[in-house]
């Protein structure tokens, strides 16, 4: 068991969903915009 590791983990998953929002957050304006752009 590590618990200097596990210390430091919460500061990681921080950046981490914060990347994975940004990433999603531009993949869905990319997407809607694409359909915008494109007749149906």
Do not use: D
Not at 12 to 21: G, H, T
Request: proline share 5%; net charge positive.
């Amino acid at each position: 068991m590590k618990h200097v590791q596990t210390a430091e983990q919460p500061n990681k998953n921080r950046i981490r969903q914060l990347i994975i929002f940004i990433l999603l957050f531009l993949s869905i304006v990319y997407f809607t915009k694409k359909k915008a752009k494109s007749p149906s």
